[in-house]
């Protein structure tokens, strides 16, 4: 079984968890805490994607920071983020927003 001990105390945590759930990114719903935001900025900028698959779009404001970060680092690919309802609140030509199943990804 795994742990889930960690060196942060839980009242940092928590505060972490607060402001991840308050989070938005131009406005829109975000959902990312500061340490998703810095690894996947170095996955990103390391890797150089040729796509980038989100599972999980919320209101889709990770999709638009993937989109940005990757614009801003030069990377030209497509960011596609799939939820069950996909959000409808904005729309980005960089960005396609499918309706699909996390446990089910075969049939999206």
């Given amino acids: 079984m795994r742990s889930f001990k ?4 839980p009242d940092l945590l ?4 607060a402001g991840t759930m308050a989070y938005t990114y131009k406005g829109v719903r975000c959902l ?3 340490f998703d935001l ?3 900025l170095k996955l990103i900028w390391d890797l150089k994607p ?3 698959i989100e599972i ?3 209101q889709g404001g990770g999709a638009l920071w993937f989109a940005d970060m990757l614009s801003i680092a030069g990377i030209g690919c497509p960011v596609v983020s799939i939820d069950r309802v996909p959000p409808t609140g904005f729309t980005d030509p960089r ?3 499918l309706a699909g199943d996390a446990a ?5």
């Fill in 6 to 9: 960690t060196a942060f105390p």
């Fill in 14 to 17: 928590q505060s972490v968890q």
């Fill in 32 to 34: 990312k805490d500061p």
């Fill in 38 to 40: 810095a690894i996947n």
């Fill in 50 to 52: 040729k796509s980038l």
């Fill in 56 to 58: 999980g779009s919320n």
């Fill in 95 to 97: 960005i396609a927003f």
């Fill in 104 to 108: 089910r990804l075969g049939d999206t």
